[in-house]
């Protein structure tokens, strides 16, 4: 027989109590409940479909009934909108969607991120064969999840190769760089990228509204004879929970005063005009960060009333000192072959000077989705049969 929670129907009828037991209720509206309501009528058969019209409900719902048979709870309301209706949701799909503190903490404790320290994690790799497969898609995809980035070993070094990657795990996202880009020293550059010089931690493109989510750098040659050269990557994440905890000032600022993003080139091959002005660090209802934004080399004006402009920097500085300790920093030279696949919403990345003279480096990126990354990730853990929830990824998101 299906479990039969206690129900109670709260004195203004208003609300259901759902006592799952003496220690965990569940609270729920009659709004809540009504458009919720997960029977026939009311759930879709296909996404698209909009059975149910909430404008067309009375401000002011009021409970008549409610109980609980064969694992369902069944209300009644007045003023139902459809003829011979009754909310229906199984109490199994009520205790997942539970709004109580403790629920809405263990959901977000489980989706949240768990900081790699470097010193005692290796860098996440898996060989280029092993994709073929789906457990050996998902398991990248998870070291993606876990870590923010991971290393495939032995690709193909034929040009164009890491757009067959990223079709693997997302949908290729177009930019200025068009679809794909050649990372390598030139004479005559338009983007610092593109010289020898040591790049300092940045994120790319934040000067989009939804910059891109995903980056794949695919290693075509790299001669042993370069000296430097070495990829850095840190945990921005983790960066702005040690800010915080240090000093919740200073992360409140950078969460409230917005700084500027911007290129402007109209002499580059394809003209470019973009800014947005943004803060750095986004917290969610519940006041946890859910994303940031971080590229010194793009930064443009501050563009913020004079009271704010010193509590401002005396922010971001400290930030960026706890971006640059040592201990957060995976540091590693790439092999002809290898492909580096990072969560760009997530993860700094950073690149050591080298010597041109001493040999080639050609690196070919490109971008996907952070959405379709996360979207493929959730379908192979379904199929593979993998009980895994929705991961926080930096997105805006909280799961």
Known sequence: MAFTP????????TAVNVLWDPTHTSRCNV?????????????????????????????????????GKDGVLHVQIDKEVMENHETAIPFEWLKENCNCDSCLKADIARSNFNFANPATTSVP??????????????ECLKQIVDVGFCVIENVTRESLTVLKVGEMFGYIRSTLYEKFFD????????NSAYTSLGLPYHQDLPYYEAMPGVQLLHALEFDDSIKGGESQLVDLFHVADILKKESPENFKVLCTVPGTFQTK???????????????????????????IYWNPGVEGALRVRFEDEERYFKAYVHFLRILRRKELEFCFRMKPGDLIIFNNRRMAHARKEYNTKEGKRHLQGCYINLDDMKSTYMVLAHKLGKKVVPPKV?????Y
């Open 394 to 398: 930096g997105n805006r998101c909280w």
């Open 125 to 138: 790799r898996v060989c280029y064969d092993s994709l073929q497969s789906q457990e050996g898609k998902f």
């Open 265 to 291: 080139d109209l002499n580059r091959p394809n003209p470019a005009w973009y800014e947005h002005t943004r803060t750095h660090i986004e917290v969610d209802y519940f006041g946890n960060t859910v994303a």
């Open 6 to 13: 206690k129900i109670e129907i709260n004195a203004d009828k």
């Open 31 to 67: 709004k809540w409940l009504r458009f919720h309501c997960r029977c026939k009528r009311c759930v879709p058969e296909f996404s698209g479909m909009f059975p149910l019209d909430k404008d067309e409900f009375d401000d002011e719902l009021y409970l008549t009934s409610a109980q």
């Open 183 to 190: 990372v390598k020293y030139e004479p005559d550059p338009y």
